[in-house]
């Protein structure tokens, strides 16, 4: 896990103490896009604007979230789901998506199979 602090540094949006009002969501989103501009400087990085997407939540967080972030002056779309090395993931990392994708993908498979069945001898399919 990259760490977003300089060392020696507590981050500050991991403050208890911070009251949930107008006033402490705009210091939260704040320290967070300050600690994130130091992760991405401390360790050399940059944000691809075009492709980068940004999805973050769990099934308990009442937090409501943004359509999009602006992160480094660059506007970050907020995905419902990302596609991970194959893997649908939804934004609470539920596998639902993942599922109903596959199910699609079989289902094409078994009808294009169960077609050539009727048309291709059945040792010729055996070969695919």
């Known amino acids: 896990m990259l760490d977003l602090r300089p060392e020696g540094q507590q981050s500050l949006m991991t403050t208890p ?4 009002s107008a006033y402490a969501d705009s210091v939260f989103d704040q320290f967070f896009v300050v600690d994130v501009s130091l992760c991405l400087d401390n360790n050399n990085l940059t944000i691809n604007t075009q492709n980068g997407m940004c999805d973050f939540r769990t099934s308990h967080c009442n937090v409501k979230i943004p359509a999009n972030m602006n992160i480094l002056n ?4 907020i995905s419902p789901d990302t596609n991970f090395m194959g893997v649908v ?3 609470n990392l539920k596998w639902n998506r993942h599922v109903e994708n596959l ?3 079989l289902n094409s498979v078994s009808y294009t199979l169960r077609v050539m069945l009727r048309k291709v001898d059945l040792d010729v399919l055996k070969t695919f």
Do not use: Q
């Not at 660059?74 to 779309?77: A, D, H, Q, Y």
């Open 17 to 20: 103490s911070m009251a949930p």
């Open 74 to 77: 660059s506007i970050i779309e």
């Open 103 to 105: 199910i699609k993908r």
């Open 89 to 91: 993931l939804d934004n």
